[in-house]
């Protein structure tokens, strides 16, 4: 979706504000949510790409006016109704009403260290890869109302392929419940004017990691 | 308090176990965090042959070292070089190579760099205080799928027969990220 969250290329929001000696939290509850997170995706409860797409569907005011873990906070709300995993009500009052569903395991403290790992998004190949490093490619000039991992400002756009990364599971797929839907997955580079037209900085050059059924060749 | 009430009915639910979430809480303050990718950086600084391993297969070399955290499938290697200067963002959110960086910085999770890193990247860097030469290629990583990248950086001079230990010291979360440069020797003691 053309949403607040797809930031690449907006003007206006000022200097990169840094914090020295920054902590790994401001508040408690921040860990919490968190570590809510690692232990839901851990059960198998929702995947990353859902939580994705609940923030982009926040609204552009609420996006741009909530701390980072709030949105994370909001958006785990979301994706624990939507997934039918307790009632608004049930969060409302923070009592569980009715047992939980059965989910495919629980993070226990004995297996944290391994519960954190990060799971592989490799998936079987469903075709043969249709690009190799090297090739031209363009971008299509979609815009899609639900989850993209094909930001606005490289849409449409002439680019060469420089890395395959295997086949992945697709996340335009994924946050919509419509399964894995493997595709290949391409790091694909673009000169600064392709993307910012001639006053771009001629040293610039940007990539994405692009899915497959975002690219046409060129 | 939302937050409460979110972790009782999930935990009521069967959901997650409280310790649980002590302990992951407890491995991201203490555990995980930038000197485990520094010790990769220290490393390829250090052993020609681990650092052909880490540029051709970062995740499958990062394994091979038992002191650093286990991660993932998907990480990537990026190298700097006198032509070349890598900085690694997400637009669309907030993607980090958390397993081997810790935590992301706000800043890194931020509007002005998120808009402004993959179309004025010299200004970005301007406010970390790095300039660049003029004729250094910029190269923006947008890490817009589940693949992670980590910047290796220019090994500084004057760092001749230092050990691992001692290289490790000079690597910056920042000069991982690209928004930086390794620390000078003689900066550090």
Redesign the interface.
Known sequence: MDGIHDMGGMDGFGKVETEPNEPPFHEIWEGRILALQRAMGYAGAWHNDHSRFARERLPPQVYMTSSYYKKWMLAMETNVIEHGLASPEELKTGLALAPGKTLKRKLTPAVVMEGLKRSSFFRQQQAPAKFKIGDRVRTLNIHPKTHTRLPRYARGKLGRVEICHGCHMFPDSVAINLGDNPQWLYTVVFDGRELWGPDSDPTLKVSIDAFEPYLEPA | ??????????T??????P???????E???TR?GPRNGAAVVAKAWSDPAFKQALLADASKAVATLGHV??????L?AVENTPKTHNIV?C????CYP??IL??P???Y??????????????S?LA??GVTLP??????????????RFLVLPIRPAGTDGWSERQLAEIVTRNSMIGTGLPKQPGATR
Do not use: N, Q
Request: proline share 4%.
């Open positions: 308090m939302r937050v409460r009430a979110l972790e009782t009915v999930l009521e639910k069967g959901y997650v176990d310790a649980a979430l002590d302990a992951i809480v491995a991201y303050e995980i955290s286990r991660v993932g499938d998907h990537v963002v637009t669309l959110c907030s958390w397993d810790g935590l910085p706000t800043w999770k931020s509007a002005p760099y998120r808009s402004r890193a993959v179309k004025d990247p010299r970005v406010d970390f003029k004729d250094t290629e910029i190269r923006v990583w947008d890490s817009t799928a589940e693949t």
